[in-house]
């Protein structure tokens, strides 16, 4: 039998062979294999401590459980309202000035908290030539686009000529000043991030990486060699960062977190409250929750570390910042601010202050 660390593992045997499950949970995980999608590559399942799986944090993410057969009535198939704003095949238009282009569906992982669960995986990998050329054409005659964010599924899966020709079509769209690329592939697969996938980014747009990463044990050393080079070839990241129970609800383990992401330049950008997906619920914490973490970052953590903590609303209504809130409105002009200690203070408005 192929050592099952030098492949990606997609089924519930292949979870109990590598180690990670055992056989008396498979008749449930099988129940789970049939409503949503599994993968674990190697590099993740090399970071997985199998001596403590229970409180693993890259586990948690990958590795299925019984918990995503409890479905509740808040739980949605489509918890951020993207087919709401779909107007053709591959393209969410949720904002004004920006896009989503979901050139496919498929994942190099299958995380288990997903929003997007119920939509990808195998069967649904990439937008036919047809379908993804009239998602171009959409770009193209409408004006008030300037951003292009590339999502999916995962659109550093793709080859590098696919990336390239999407990138020389929007190369021609005068309107579009920024193409955004959001992907997991330099941390779970950082081998793909060679010189043919970097060149086929390249553009004269403003190209930019969104790394989406939950814990500090997944910033292996070649993860972190992927990061560099994406970076040293010109393109600027961000990371986006899920916030979840069992993995990182805790001030400390995003403090490891957004410092490491900082160390290798790159910028935290949004930490997300979990979305309303199905089966997810045991992932999820509370708004006030996530809130009282936000609050013990500030201050004690550099400002380059901090990401906005944003709720998507569901239903299609939008990302909103949902953070713990600073300021009190007492009288016209005056407030009451509350330092990062948690100490009050006055302050008006110098505009409503008469000179002496």
């Known amino acids: 039998m192929e050592n099952s660390k030098n492949k990606v593992i997609r089924t ?23 409503e949503f999608s599994i993968a674990i590559t190697p590099t993740m399942h090399s970071l997985i401590d199998k001596s403590d799986l229970d409180s693993d944090p890259v586990a948690a993410q990958f590795v299925p459980t019984a918990a995503e057969l409890q479905w509740f009535d808040e739980e949605r198939d489509d918890p951020i309202g993207d087919n709401v704003f779909s107007p053709t095949l591959g393209i ?18 299958y995380c288990r908290f997903c929003f997007r669960r119920e939509m990808v995986g195998p069967g649904g990998e990439m937008l036919s030539d047809e379908d993804l050329q009239r998602a171009l ?7 008030q686009i300037w951003e292009v964010v ?6 550093l899966i793709m080859s590098p000529r696919r990336i390239s020709a999407i990138m020389s079509r929007l190369r021609t769209i005068k309107h579009v000043g920024v193409v955004r690329f959001h992907t997991r592939v330099p941390v779970v697969k950082p081998d793909a991030i060679d010189d043919e996938l970097i060149e086929a980014l390249r553009t004269d747009k403003a190209v930019y990486i969104v790394l989406h990463t939950n814990h500090a044990n997944e910033l292996s050393t070649d993860a972190k060699a992927a990061c560099k080079r994406l970076i040293d070839a010109g393109y600027p990241m961000l990371s986006q960062t899920v916030l979840l129970e069992g993995v990182n609800a805790d001030p400390q383990a995003l403090t490891d977190l957004f410092r490491r992401l900082a160390e290798i330049r790159v910028k935290p950008y949004y930490l997300h409250h979990g ?13 006030s929750r996530g809130q009282e973490i ?22 299609g209504k939008g990302k909103v910042p949902i953070g713990p809130n600073y300021v009190e ?5 005056a407030y009451v601010i509350e330092d990062y ?3 009050k203070h006055e302050y008006r408005d110098s505009v409503n202050n008469k000179s002496i």
């Open 150 to 155: 590339l999502t999916g599924g995962d659109p």
């Open 329 to 333: 409105n007492f009288d016209s002009g």
């Open 341 to 343: 200690q948690g100490n």
């Open 137 to 143: 054409d959409y770009i193209e005659r409408t004006e």
């Open 12 to 34: 519930p045997n292949q979870l109990v062979d590598a180690g990670l499950v055992s056989r008396e949970n498979l008749e449930q995980l099988n129940r789970v294999a049939k």
């Open 275 to 287: 979305d309303l997906a199905k089966g997810t619920q045991h992932f999820r914490t509370s708004i």
């Open 92 to 109: 969410v238009h949720r904002y004004p000035d920006r896009v989503l282009l979901k050139a496919l569906h498929a994942c190099p992982v």
């Open 294 to 315: 936000m609050r013990s970052l500030r201050g004690d953590v550099s400002g380059i570390c901090q990401p906005l903590y944003v709720l998507d609303i569901p239903g």
